[in-house]
């Protein structure tokens, strides 16, 4: 009885294990393909892009329009938007299942919006998922900070 419950313990044990072994390669492989996201959008390479956004992808931007993957990329390379200087700080990670993992922090950058750049400094969460093997953003959603907010007392 004690070799049976002894082999069931470290059968758990085992699974567990690679459970967490796993999630930590998920991560990196989303940061990876997030970092490539970052270059892309730069490099104005609506290609690259394409290759880590999802097809079901819905972009919020912070002043609340909704984009599709079509859109997103259409409008990147119609010439009239362009990035530089990306830096993405205070990032955290959480991984809900094995096939999702959620990023979120501060995204800085320039933005040229016509022949105006302008300086961008948002609060993001993103979305990706597994598909079929490659990472893919399938949502994202950012905001711009207006300050401090104040919780009242109760």
Known sequence: MRKKSFSALLAVVMLLSSALLAAEPAVDAVMKADRARLQAMMAGDGAALGK?????????????????????????????????DANVTNLNTMQPTADVVVIHGRQKMKKKLGSSWSDLDLRFMAVWRNEDGTWRMVAWQSLRPSGNSTVPGK
Request: aromatic share 10%.
């Open 52 to 84: 880590v956004l999802s097809g079901a992808l819905v972009f919020g931007h912070s002043d609340g329009r909704i984009e599709t993957k079509a859109d997103y990329v259409k409008n990147l390379m119609a010439g009239d938007t362009a990035y530089t």
